[in-house]
């Protein structure tokens, strides 16, 4: 009986924003249906969003686990493209034009883990500057982020990377049924164990306390320096992941791809609840925000009278305004609070 | 002589001087005249930014979208004065990019005062407004054929000098008065006015601010007014000194202008930070991004220099803080506040 | 009468439909030390903003020096003289003494421009008058606590103040400071200035007031002259309840004991510390402010890490290098500051309860046994009696005792065997503190190893069968609880 009333309080607290967001995607699609009906509705548009979103919708998810403990990695991108043009550079070195299909994909398996290991490496090393030196994260993310990005150009001399094997963007390409995008396979997999990582283990439980306090956190027995340098490091990784996506889809690879995606997965995680102080924020709700600027980007490209160059302001005013909404909504559920607990207290 | 030692400045300085030395004795060529007054030139729009930087970081907060403005209102001035045809005195440029950008960093300001909004969100969504505001609705392209009035601005020089070996010569242009002006405008300010006392003040403790009197609302609205300013004339003080008028070629210097200011030794969460130190950062990272040619390096190498530059310089002095915190034992003393602050939010509600 | 400074009547303000003050009155006299004390949540708070003028008052009259006022201004409060010390003091740690002082001063005169010989002068002026003596350039945040007080008290003086008001000015300061700063009011009662002093701590209170007044609930409960107020009284209105003070009794002392600790040293803070602690045991660590009490429970807890000396559980050598390697053998740590070094406020007081124990609630791939762990939560909130109606609300959503219960279940969670306390109940009132108590005795009782460390004299005198005096960073007299007095204590403290 007491546990049920536990659960129903749950779901209208945690939930309100989901809901709220919900809500908000399904008003973009009757929008967008209705202003656009013979095509926005229709599977082809879907097939094409579903190979669009996936490479800044994994940067968005690597950006909510740093927005979650209270910081922000500038460095996402850079990682991704540092990831992308290694991976590019081996296998345009290992792999000759006339290579057989073994040995192909054999070394984009080889690729792929190499990318994800530099990923994974460039991330630790964010962490690892953040925690033990006390850099603040956002100089810190924004030093790394020159460092790959110029190491990247030191790389490549500046120059767009191109030849890899056809094999890779192939792959990256397909889809799997005729229907289900591979790109989409891939964000589903990241959501899918972030999520877990988040709500079902105990570094995910702990990531959310550290990121509200990190002196109780340290009070609490957490390991507030490992924490730290995990989920830049997670970060790392699905920034790699999203480089891999993105040098399948563009079948090239350059140090500065992409840089517009910080703003935008910014953009995404306020939109998705994500608090950027720290501690809260969702998987869920993200993914539905990269839903709802998905919706909102495939529908203005249907109209050809609104500039592509003028969704920028789009997504700045859409980020000002969401601010804006959660100052009211909060102040309101604040005050809810204070007069909750000063009742509780004159009772007592 | 003992405040002098102990200060961020001094260190700063020790390293300029080091790195300087380095230079001169790889290339042989750093301290001559003409590569001086390259320097001083390159110094002129990021020493600009970085005195709104300067104020906006003592203050507590962070801005980002300053590059932004600046492009916006260089931008928006040029076509003013083409559509107008204005042939007068080039202060009227000045005046009007210094508006528009007064006129966006107004915009920050009443989303940052009224809202009490996390800085760093507000203007890097504003700053993507105006980028996109510029690009999409302005349609922006580069300008080669600027109005009259600025081209010939643009070969105004306070004075040029000549290297006799080389056989080259390099201008000082007058624009870099601007620089000097702002300079002893913002040393005045932050120094001897009370808004200047209250940017501090509000940076070191925003409670007591307000409990002492300072209006914060109306030191967070001059702030980011004045940075808007301050970036309009950036602009078009870039603009006159490329002589045209390029929609894209300031983004991404915000970073380094950040970073530059940071390693002068301001603090990213408030209260300190000096004019001389902000000066001396922006000249270590000028010197250093333009020096690498000197030095027989690569300039694809400038972002990891930059790069490491921003890592190692920050990570030193935090890591000393962080030493010191360890060092005086207990927690009687230290680190009690920065933790309430983690949670302001929280603790603010306990009224009654 | 002419010679009364401050006149509240009737005073009432409701917070969202929340009576936060009902009826109140205060009447302060010209060089009158008066104290005010009252629970956490009686008002005390709400009266102090509304005498200063932050709030206006839904009811009732505020008359400052004979002028009324329905709507009093802080600016016409500070004309009228009063001033107000907040226990955080609020001062700028960034900018330098002189300034600090002088800052206050020239904004209230509407002056633009700063002029640093006036700023000099002004400084130099007020530190003068307390007798302070500080460097003027130095950065306020490389001053102690009392130092910083005293700044906080000079800058009030410039503004020819008739009535400061000093909110919990004690807390963090050593009983010498504390004697220093009594004197300093002492002084400044002389010169005819009225203090209001907010406080409760009982032995503070009838040492430097006149007058009492005394809140609970938002109501007036009484209002006279110290003289006629004894200890219980204070405490009985205070609370409305009636404690009776009882000696902890430990009895069964085993053999073996649950934690031994042999000459642990830690630089600049203590030295050749050693110790047993039995099971069933409540031992009391009592110093003043400084003494390295605080060092030695951080030591003891893996955050200040020790650099030498062994420390024995259950008779195996350990090694505490971090709190990890506390909470690895079974050590649990109440800290000082509840809000923040002991709970995540905004989160809720499920996950609150469970934190330091996750390891022990996850399943077989390494994911988090939800039932289980709701077992567990809700096993806690009965147990604690944490009123609640869902464990699902956020922390801040609870009463300050409730919060402390929060704590106290997070450190039981991973079944301790040794329970460190470090200032239990500071900041705590009067009746939570008695729960708390009762806590930590049934804790013992179940043979939990406590340690309490306290300045709190009656704190320990009651509730530790022994009490260890350290003092200059060495453990200088063991005393048991129920053989010694308050007054052989605090001079055992100070080594007198």
């Avoid at chain 1, 970060?235 to 140090?255: D, E, F, P, Y």
């Avoid at chain 3, 002056?111 to 002068?121: A, D, G, Q």
């Avoid at chain 3, 077992?375 to 147990?383: K, S």
């Avoid at chain 3, 969670?413 to 009132?429: E, F, K, R, Y």
């Amino acid at each position: 009986m007491k546990l049920n009333q536990f659960k129903l309080i749950n779901f209208a607290n945690r939930d309100n924003n989901l809901f709220r967001l919900i809500i908000m995607l399904i008003a973009v699609f009757a929008l967008m249906s209705t202003l656009r009906p013979s095509i926005f509705p229709k599977l082809d548009n879907f097939t094409s969003m579903a190979y669009q979103f996936p490479e800044y919708g994994v940067l968005a998810i690597a950006m909510m686990l740093s927005l979650l403990i209270g910081g922000v990695d500038l460095s996402i991108v850079g990682i991704a493209n540092l990831s992308a043009i290694l991976a590019a550079k081996l296998l345009i070195k290992f792999v000759p034009y006339d290579a057989d299909p073994g040995y192909t994909l054999l070394m984009i398996g080889v690729a792929i883990i190499v990318a994800l290991a530099i990923g994974a490496l460039c991330g630790a090393f964010n962490g690892f500057i953040i925690s033990k030196f006390g850099i603040p994260d956002i100089l810190a993310t924004l030093g790394s982020m020159q460092l790959f990005t110029g190491i990247a150009i030191v790389i490549t001399k500046g120059r767009i990377v191109v030849g890899i094997p056809y094999m890779y963007s192939e792959l990256g390409n397909a889809a799997i049924g005729g229907i289900i995008p591979v790109p989409l396979i891939i964000y589903t997999i990241c959501a899918v164990l972030i999520g877990l990582l988040l709500n079902k283990t105990s570094f995910g439980i702990k990531l959310y306390m550290m990121g509200t306090n990190p002196t109780a956190s340290r009070f609490s027995g957490i390991n507030n320096a490992i924490m730290t340098i995990r989920s830049y490091m997670y970060g790392g990784i699905l920034s790699a992941v999203a480089g891999l996506i993105m040098l399948a889809r563009t079948n090239s690879a350059k140090a500065d791809f992409g840089s517009s995606y910080i703003l935008q997965t910014v953009l995404i995680g306020v939109l998705g609840g994500v608090n950027p102080s720290g501690g809260f924020g969702t998987v869920g709700g993200v993914t539905v925000a990269i839903l709802i600027l998905q919706f909102l980007s495939s529908g203005f490209n249907m109209f050809p009278s609104i500039s592509n160059l003028i969704k920028d302001l789009i997504w700045g005013s859409a980020l000002i305004l969401v601010m804006v909404f959660n100052y009211y909504s909060n102040k309101r559920s604040e005050k809810a609070q204070i007069s909750k607990r000063i009742a509780e207290t004159t009772n007592s | 002589m003992k405040k002098l030692t102990r200060s961020t400045e001094f260190y700063i300085f020790l390293v300029f001087i080091a790195l300087t030395i380095f230079i001169e004795i790889q290339s042989g060529q750093f301290f001559t005249s003409n590569n001086i007054v390259d320097m001083l030139r390159a110094m002129i729009v990021p020493g600009i930014f970085s005195i709104g930087v300067l104020m906006v970081l003592v203050s507590g907060g962070i801005d980002i979208s300053f590059t932004a403005i600046a492009l916006l209102s260089m931008y928006s001035a040029t076509k003013i004065l083409m559509i107008w045809n204005y042939e007068g005195n080039v202060i009227m440029a000045f005046i009007i990019s210094g508006a528009i950008g007064l006129l966006l960093g107004l915009i920050n300001a009443s989303l940052i005062a009224f809202y009490n909004l996390p800085t760093i969100i507000v203007t890097l969504g504003t700053s993507s407004m105006f980028i996109g505001f510029m690009q999409g609705i302005l349609h922006s392209r580069v300008i080669s054929d600027i109005p009259k009035p600025m081209l010939e601005f643009s070969r105004a020089e306070l004075f040029r000098v000549y290297n006799k070996e080389l056989g080259v010569s390099s201008g000082l242009p007058v624009v870099f008065l601007i620089l000097v002006a702002l300079i002893i405008i913002a040393w005045f300010i932050l120094r001897y006015t009370m808004l200047g006392r209250g940017i501090y003040a509000l940076g070191g403790d925003r409670t007591a601010a307000e409990r002492a009197g300072f209006n914060i609302i109306a030191i967070q609205f001059f702030i980011y007014s004045f940075v808007g300013l301050i970036s309009g004339i950036a602009g078009m003080t870039r603009a006159i000194m490329m002589a045209n008028v390029h929609p894209t070629n300031l983004m991404g210097m915000e970073l380094t202008v950040i970073a530059a200011v940071v390693l002068g030794g301001t603090s990213i969460t408030g209260g300190r930070g000096t004019i001389t130190g902000t000066l001396l950062g922006v000249a270590l990272i000028t010197v250093l991004s333009n020096s690498l040619i000197l030095m027989g390096i690569p300039t694809t190498w400038q972002k990891v220099f930059t790069g490491a530059l921003i890592i190692i310089g920050t990570g030193l002095s935090a890591y000393q803080t962080m030493k010191e915190k360890n060092k005086v034992h207990g927690g009687m003393k230290l680190g009690k506040k920065g933790s309430k602050e983690t949670q302001k939010n929280t603790t603010g509600s306990s009224a009654i | 009468m002419a010679d009364v400074i401050l006149k509240a009547k009737n005073i009432s303000k409701a917070f969202a439909g929340v009576q936060a003050l009902k009826n109140v009155d205060l009447t302060i006299h010209k060089g009158e030390i008066h104290c005010l004390a009252g629970e956490n949540g009686s008002g005390k708070s709400t009266l102090i903003k509304i005498i200063s003028g932050v709030y206006v008052p839904d009811e009732g009259e505020i008359e400052l020096n004979g002028k009324k006022y329905s709507r009093l201004t802080p600016m016409e409060s500070i004309e009228q003289g009063v001033q107000i010390i907040y226990q955080d003091l609020s001062i700028f740690p960034n900018l330098t003494v002189a300034e600090n002082i002088a800052l206050n001063h020239e904004l209230s005169n509407k002056r633009k421009l700063v002029n640093w010989s006036r700023v000099r002068e002004i400084a130099e002026q007020a530190v003068s008058k307390i007798d302070f003596e500080i460097d003027l350039d130095e950065r306020v945040e490389n001053l102690s606590v009392a130092e910083k007080q005293l700044v906080a008290i000079s800058r009030a003086l410039l503004h020819n103040a008739r009535l400061i008001i000093m909110d919990e000015p004690t807390t963090a300061l050593t009983k010498k400071e504390v004697a220093a700063l009594f004197k300093i009011i002492k002084n400044l009662q002389k010169q005819g200035i009225s203090i209001l002093f907010v406080s409760h701590k009982i032995d503070e209170v009838f040492e430097i007031s006149e007058k009492i007044t005394i809140l609970r609930n938002g109501q007036n409960v009484i209002s006279g002259e110290v003289a006629d107020f004894d200890n219980d009284q204070f405490a009985y209105y205070m609370t409305g309840r009636k404690f009776k003070d009882t000696y902890f009794e430990f009895e069964g002392r085993q053999e073996e004991p649950l934690l031994k600790v042999e000459n642990l040293s830690l630089e600049n803070s203590f030295e050749d510390v050693s110790f047993e602690l039995y099971p069933g045991e409540i031992l009391g660590i009592t110093g003043l402010l400084g003494s390295g009490r605080n060092e030695l429970a951080q030591s003891l807890f893996g955050l200040l890490p020790a650099d030498s000396g062994k420390i024995y559980i259950k008779g195996k050598p350990v090694k505490i290098r971090s709190v990890q390697d506390a909470i690895k053998n079974k050590i649990g740590y109440v800290p000082e500051d509840r809000l923040t070094e002991g709970l995540f406020m905004p989160q809720s007081i499920g996950r609150n309860i469970i934190i330091s124990n996750i390891k022990s609630l996850l399943s077989k791939f390494g994911f988090i046994n939800k039932d289980k762990m709701e077992d567990e939560i809700e096993e806690f909130i009965n147990q604690f009696n944490i009123a609640t109606p869902s464990a699902e609300l956020p922390v801040q959503a609870l009463s300050g005792g409730n919060q402390q219960r929060v704590v106290l279940a997070k450190w039981l969670a991973t079944q301790p065997s040794i329970l460190i306390l470090n200032g239990p109940t500071v900041g705590v009132d009067i009746g939570s503190k008695y729960d708390i108590h009762q806590i930590l005795r049934g804790l013992a009782e179940q043979g939990i190893g406590v340690i309490i460390i306290s300045d709190d004299i009656p704190e320990v005198l009651y509730n530790c069968n022994r009490i260890l005096i350290i003092r200059e960073g060495r453990i200088t007299d063991e005393v048991p609880g129920k053989e010694i007095t308050a007054e052989e204590l605090t001079n055992l403290m100070a080594g007198a």
